[in-house]
């Protein structure tokens, strides 16, 4: 993809493969209309734009990302065989594509500490997250600059609540790991980053208060060497 790459026919495959089954209501359209002003100016900032739009939208796309992940790289299934992969990959891949235009290049972020905060029921979630172990993102993980804008989002009174709180250290690697979107997003005092799909990381601290309702994580983006190593132990 070069500069002058179009991203029109990405943008109708959105729109013809998932839009068009969402509801017409009111927080539907007015991500429709982000994406459809995308489309007109064949702008990929736009799309950046609808995606912090509404929450009912990024729910989805991680949903359905996360779903794809497990059942390709995992199940190995492919989207002829697989009705999970046959409704939502075509989609989910044509945002990731977006999102890869060089117009997107002077928001790329290296060697940047983001934090992000959250909230779970069931420690089971983080049951791979050991010191040492390397995780791949494979949903769009919000983070931000700002460790107290993070810190509101793990706030956490109930008694049957875990909350998350995670440090990420993303480094000077060839991939395209981050996009720094405050200036795009609708909301700009959030200060975020955004985590792209398919980014390694090595867990290297795992800090828990003694009641387990609060959990730090210190996390490294995984050298392109480390990232080698890893997938060859995988095949092995």
Known sequence: MDLSSSIVDYLKIIEETFLKFQPNDKTWNSVREILKKARDEDNPKLVIEAYSCKQ????????????????FLTLYCTSLSCP?????????EAFTNILFHPKLDDYLVRKKQV???AVIKDKKLIKDYKIGATILT??????????????RFCS???SDSISIF?????????????????????YPEEKEVLILRYVPFTI???????????????LDECSDETLELYRSELTN
């Open 166 to 186: 995670c440090t990420y250290n993303i480094k000077n690697t060839q991939r395209r790991s981050a996009l720094d979107i405050e200036s795009i997003s609708l």
């Open 56 to 71: 009912v939208f990024t729910r989805c796309l991680n949903k359905h990302s996360s779903a794809n992940s497990n059942h």
């Open 115 to 117: 934090y992000r905060g």
């Open 204 to 218: 290297t601290s795992v800090k828990e208060t003694e009641d387990g309702r609060r959990i730090k994580i210190n």
């Open 138 to 151: 494979t949903t769009y993980l919000s983070t931000s600059k700002d460790p107290i804008v993070a810190l």
């Open 84 to 92: 999970v992969l046959d409704r939502t990959q075509e989609y989910t």
């Open 156 to 158: 956490n009174d109930s």
